[in-house]
């Protein structure tokens, strides 16, 4: 029989003021199987640790049971302490005699037998542990960005400067994302294409860097360092290998629709690139609103295009490629004005939100930059910006800060104030978070240097009357109503997570937050990985987050990836369940339940292949097989049994 | 169809003529409304004392009557008294410690009440319900071009909890006057405060409010105002001629309860409507519409 020492832990007071260390240890020496038993005020100090270490060679034990703690908390503390001694790691258990004892009993006398029999059954269990090693599995040195932003655009750079390929899948036909919309950017007013798209273009020359726009991520299976994507092409209807971006065809198209990009407030054709720095610089044909797909007559494009690149018969494309991490940046959407009843609904012209705002002081926008509202082009004398509009309201809207309002308005009252001299800007504010470097001083100067007005209190209602949009609020540091007869509103709408994410997160088997934000691992300490290992989070489809720190948290992501790929190899737990091939018929009701898809039926020898890798133990298999021949390791059902019989006789 | 019916106060007195058009249409629609037998006041305003109990004992009692009467949906015409019922059973129904207290008091009802037995219901509401197509059918009078602002107040619309429709966007009354074929005029003020009891000690606020509503339904081009509330009816009707005394460039507006503009389309019998009520009188612009 093996020696088992059992070690048992006071945690300070913790356990031995509610279990009598003194009675358990005394009770545990004359257990079959237990050659040592010694008690210790903490076990995981250093002095605890080495009398462990100390004892295993003296005592001369085969496996040890420490009662202690939880074994999430200490259990790989001690499985490396052991190993310094040349005992197999996973013949050293945990018994949990303060979670599961000490802490959830008062009575001295109820905690100390149960503490006995939970010490007892884990003996039973160490008796029949077996010597395992961690699988090994080898790292696909390839990453997968989700979304071309400045989040994807920022890691794909940053991954692929470390000497690893990159996949950039970006569903828009080009990459930039939402900076590409926008103005000029807070707190330096340097104007936002301009800083963004060399970037861009540094990823369409890189050569780590295959970009794959127009695209979507279809499926994925396998797991950190063995990822299996499928990605979907969209079909384009024009071969952008022939095609050179000379833009004859967008120019003749006869037909002109609202532009996405500007917001509606301008017009883009059928054929299109969503803005004219595009990359990559090559158009794309939209099915719905294509003339030729509506009537069957037209195809002007393809009759114009000089490499014969329009092709009406395209497909779908799929893709499929092997990565050993992604990064997930797939950025924000705005919510939309619509749900705001009490200002318009978004019935009346000019009430806008941000974004549509930064295409109006845009340079390229559908105004040249000049501030025109939208219902008559007038310029606006007085205008209005609202700040938390759906946001930190959990009663009607979401309980969260959308954290850029406070400087994107600040920031579109300066720009408005530089381009309109005599118009005055009004900000409605509940607070103001300037908190950022060179945030406060910007705020400041905005009151300041162009006279914005700040008032301190929320709008209740805004409607029109004849050529005014009129604004109803109070300045609750004057506790006086206001009634603004404005020209032009602007609504710091609320950012929510981009269409689409709630699937993907499904998708990729990572966890939303209750606002559809995806979620980190830690919100401290593992900002950038997700719940998922091997996905890593990017940009405001974790949370709203500005330039600044989207850039930071994209460069994270990406240095977690670098790491990931410095491995030699990642090490898979090897509490898996195989296949007793002498007893398995090859009934196949294991595959059935199997999650990971981890079992595989092998017809040559008519039994059940696993695939250790992909096995995450958690024993569906086990309790299937009919025959016994599932057995997890180190979890057999013989141990199981004599666990159970440890406490139950 | 058969509801339960609670009248409250107003419409007993000043309100007599929504009394009237209000039974005739339903009648019209096929709905009896039962009165409540021996029915209380229903407390006039919601109690917003959360430890003065005292207060939800008379619209409990109403509710408790409405259970034992066998007509559990309760039809409350008035807004005032639709919001303070509707209000009492969500307090009761969102603390049970509180419903048992008010339990203890009411020794008088052999009927235990729990709050989900009874629902008390606005007469927009319970239109909609009878269905837009069969107040169509009943509709004979067409007329043209006449437009209807329609003021909600606040007793329909907050909270939230208790409101019929969007509270800073609602349509129900816009959908019963398009059913109407009637036109509707939109103003930005349908949903504002009419000044409520401030009526009584600050007379100024009402007749401030009351000037915007108006002059802004006026401005969009609306023949009439519609309402509900007896309340609102009183602040925005009677004071119009106190504002016109003092400034003869106000322009009036003449205000129907609602259910009196369904009552002329449906040509019931004028009689109901006892215009003497009307301090703005509705009657020459409804002989030049056609419905007189």
């Known amino acids: ?649 | 169809m058969q509801v339960s019916y609670y009248p409250g106060c107003m419409l007993k007195t000043n309100a007599k003529n929504f009394e009237t058009s209000a039974l005739a249409v339903l009648d019209r629609l096929g709905v009896t409304a039962r009165e409540l037998e021996d029915w209380y006041c229903c407390g006039v305003c919601f109690s917003q004392a959360s430890d003065n109990l005292m207060q939800q004992i008379a619209p409990i009692r109403t509710l408790v009557k409405t259970k034992e009467s066998g007509n559990p949906q309760l039809l409350a015409l008035c807004t005032m008294c639709y919001n303070t019922l509707k209000r009492s059973i969500e307090f009761i129904k969102a603390d049970k410690d509180k419903l048992e207290t008010i339990q203890e008091f009411m020794d008088r009802e052999a009927t235990r009440f729990y709050g989900d037995e009874v629902d008390v219901i606005d007469i927009l509401s319970l239109i909609k319900q009878i269905g837009l197509d069969k107040l169509k059918e009943a509709i004979v009078k067409k007329v043209e071009d006449l437009k209807i602002a329609s003021y909600y107040g606040c007793m329909l619309l907050r909270p939230k909890e208790i409101a019929i429709d969007s509270p800073d966007d609602p349509n129900i009354m816009e959908e019963i006057i398009t059913a109407s074929g009637c036109e509707n005029v939109y103003f930005p003020f349908r949903t504002e405060c009419c000044g409520s009891y401030q009526i009584v000690n600050e007379p100024d606020i009402v007749t401030d409010r009351a000037k915007k509503i108006v002059d802004s339904a006026v401005k969009n081009g609306a023949d009439l105002m519609v309402m509900l509330c007896p309340l609102c009816y009183y602040n925005l009707d009677e004071v119009q001629t106190e504002i016109q005394k003092e400034d003869n460039t106000f322009q009036t507006i003449p205000v129907l309860y609602i259910t009196q503009l369904l009552a002329l389309l449906m040509g019931l019998d004028l009689d109901i409507h006892d215009f003497s009520l009307h301090s703005v009188d509705p009657r020459p612009v409804l002989k030049m519409k056609g419905l007189l």
């Open chain 1, 1 to 649: 029989m093996k020696r088992i020492g059992v070690f048992v832990c006071h945690c300070g007071i913790n356990i031995a003021e509610t279990v009598d260390i003194e009675a358990v240890v005394k009770d545990l020496k004359d257990y079959p199987g237990v050659a040592y038993v010694q008690d210790y005020k903490y076990m995981c100090s250093d002095p605890g640790q080495n009398m462990i270490k100390e004892k295993i060679k003296s005592e001369k034990l085969d496996g040890i049971v420490i009662a202690a703690c939880s074994p999430t908390l200490h259990e790989n503390t001690f499985r490396m302490t052991v190993k310094t001694v040349d005992m197999n790691p996973y013949n050293c258990e945990i018994a949990n005699i303060r979670e599961q004892c000490s802490w959830v009993h008062k009575d001295k006398n109820e905690a100390t037998p149960k503490a006995k029999l939970i010490i007892k059954s884990v003996v039973e269990k160490a008796l029949l542990d077996e010597e395992l090693e961690p699988v090994k599995v080898p790292v696909v040195r390839k990453a997968l960005v989700l979304g071309g932003g400045i989040a994807g655009i920022q890691a794909a750079l940053s991954i692929a400067n470390s000497g690893h390929e990159v996949i950039l899948v970006e569903r828009q036909s080009s990459i930039g994302g939402r900076m590409a919309q926008l103005s000029e950017t807070f707190p330096t007013l340097d104007c936002s294409q301009c800083i963004l798209t060399p970037k861009m273009v540094d990823v369409a020359q890189h050569e780590k860097i295959r970009l794959m726009t127009y695209s979507e991520l279809e499926d994925i299976s396998g797991f950190v360092g063995n990822f299996k994507v499928r990605i979907r092409q969209k079909t384009k209807y024009i071969d952008w290998d022939k095609c050179t971006g000379c833009g004859l065809c967008i120019e003749k198209c006869p037909k002109k629709v609202p532009s996405e990009f500007d917001q509606e407030l301008g017009k883009r054709k059928a054929v299109y690139t969503p803005f004219p720095q595009a990359v990559p610089n090559k158009p794309v044909i939209d099915h719905e609103n294509c003339t030729y797909f509506k009537t069957g007559k037209c195809k002007l494009c393809k009759m114009v295009c000089p490499f014969d690149a329009v092709d009406f018969d395209e497909t779908d494309k799929f893709v499929e490629e092997e990565v050993g991490a992604i990064v997930v940046a797939t950025g924000y959407d705005v919510y939309p004005v619509l749900n705001m009843d009490e200002y318009g609904s978004g019935k009346l012209p000019d009430v806008i939100d941000g974004l549509t705002f930064e295409r109006i002081l845009s340079s390229s926008g559908p105004t040249g930059g000049e501030v025109r509202r939208p219902s008559d082009g007038k310029v606006p004398k007085e205008i209005v910006f609202i700040k938390c509009v759906g946001s930190r309201d959990p009663e009607n809207h979401f309980p969260y800060c959308s954290k850029i309002c406070c400087m994107y308005t600040t920031k579109h009252a300066m720009l408005y104030k530089h381009r309109v001299h005599d118009g005055q800007p009004y900000i409605f504010y509940m607070d103001v978070r300037a908190g950022g470097k060179g945030y406060e001083e910007f705020y400041q100067r905005a009151q300041e240097e162009d006279n914005v007005i700040f008032l301190r209190g929320k709008v209740s209602k805004v409607y029109q009357d004849d050529d005014k949009v009129v604004v109803c609020g109070i300045d609750t540091l004057s506790g006086s109503n206001i009634e603004i007869r404005a020209d032009m509103v602007v609504l710091a709408m609320a950012i929510r997570p981009s269409k689409g994410v709630e699937e993907l997160a499904q998708l990729l088997k990572t966890a939303i937050d209750q606002n559809g934000f995806l979620t980190e691992a830690h919100p401290k300490l593992r900002p950038v990985e997700s719940l998922s290992a091997g996905i890593y989070l990017a940009g405001c489809a974790q949370a709203p987050k500005d330039i600044p720190d989207t850039v930071a948290q994209a460069s994270a992501a990406a240095s977690m990836v670098s790491n990931l790929f410095a491995q030699e190899y990642l090490l898979h737990e090897p509490i898996i369940t195989g296949v007793d091939e002498d007893l398995c018929s090859g009934c196949g009701l294991c595959i059935t339940v199997c999650p990971y898809d981890a079992r595989t039926l092998n017809r040559e020898k008519s039994i059940v292949d696993v695939n250790e890798i992909l096995c995450e133990a958690c024993g569906a298999c086990a309790a299937a097989c009919p025959s016994g021949a599932a057995q997890q390791r180190n979890f057999t059902d013989k141990q199981l049994s004599n666990m159970i019989k440890a406490i139950l006789i």
